[in-house]
T-cell receptor, first 113, second 110 residues
Framework: KQEVTQIPAALSVPEGENLVLNCSFTDSAIYNLQWFRQDPGKGLTSLLLIQSSQREQTSGRLNASLDKSSGRSTLYIAASQPGDSATYLCAVFFNQAGTALIFGKGTTLSVSS | DGGITQSPKYLFRKEGQNVTLSCEQNLNHDAMYWYRQDPGQGLRLIYYSQIVNDFQKGDIAEGYSVSREKKESFPLTVTSAQKNPTAFYLC?????????FGDGTRLSIL
């Protein structure tokens, strides 16, 4: 069964720290991997999408890497801010047919000022 | 602006009652999805549809039903057979690329 695991489940850091969120998946034959942000009681906002042929994607202070051979992705957040506080979800398309994403349970990040 | 609209934002269900959650998109996407989110559980797939008049069960379809009569609309009915319906429900659509999500409906039991 295809699974996506995120570690840690929760993380608290002071403002300004650089941090790494981890995502692992059980099947290396993925189509793409996506990182989302979810604020409490809200829907999901896409942060970064990495195609299976790519190794990383960057947007502002965010950098996501993908290592298919080891079944891992990391989301790096530089110079964290209180506004970064949210739940971060990793999701994997295991095929192109659109039979939906498999989501991890998320990492809840709290950045204190 | 293009996007996905879910309504209502909050919904309450009485025992034995069926309720329907609305999901409408104007992105011209073929695929649409319904997810259920429980605290600490992440998102779980209920149903998905890749074309009009066709839909498939996801991992937790029992107690739910859907229809896809129009490309723009994918309503989800939570039936009385769903014994634990309290959750946050998210609808998404995809045109083959990155999915777009609605803002969700929170369903509670009276």
């Amino acid at each position: 069964k295809q699974e996506v695991t995120q570690i840690p489940a929760a993380l608290s850091v002071p403002e300004g720290e650089n941090l790494v969120l981890n995502c692992s998946f059980t099947d290396s034959a993925i189509y793409n991997l996506q990182w989302f942000r979810q604020d409490p009681g809200k829907g999901l906002t896409s942060l970064l999408l990495i195609q299976s042929s790519q190794r990383e994607q960057t947007s502002g202070r965010l950098n996501a890497s993908l290592d298919k051979s080891s079944g891992r992705s990391t989301l790096y957040i530089a110079a964290s801010q209180p506004g970064d506080s949210a739940t971060y979800l990793c999701a994997v398309f295991f095929n192109q047919a659109g039979t939906a994403l498999i989501f991890g349970k998320g990492t809840t990040l709290s950045v204190s000022s | 602006d293009g996007g996905i609209t879910q309504s209502p934002k909050y919904l309450f269900r009485k025992e034995g009652q069926n309720v329907t959650l609305s999901c409408e998109q104007n992105l011209n996407h073929d695929a649409m999805y319904w997810y259920r989110q429980d605290p600490g559980q992440g998102l779980r797939l209920i149903y998905y549809s890749q074309i009009v008049n066709d839909f498939q069960k996801g991992d937790i379809a029992e107690g739910y039903s859907v229809s896809r009569e129009k490309k723009e609309s994918f309503p989800l009915t939570v039936t009385s057979a769903q014994k634990n319906p309290t959750a946050f429900y998210l609808c998404a659509s995809s045109g083959g690329g990155s999915p777009h999500f609605g803002d969700g409906t929170r369903l509670s039991i009276l």
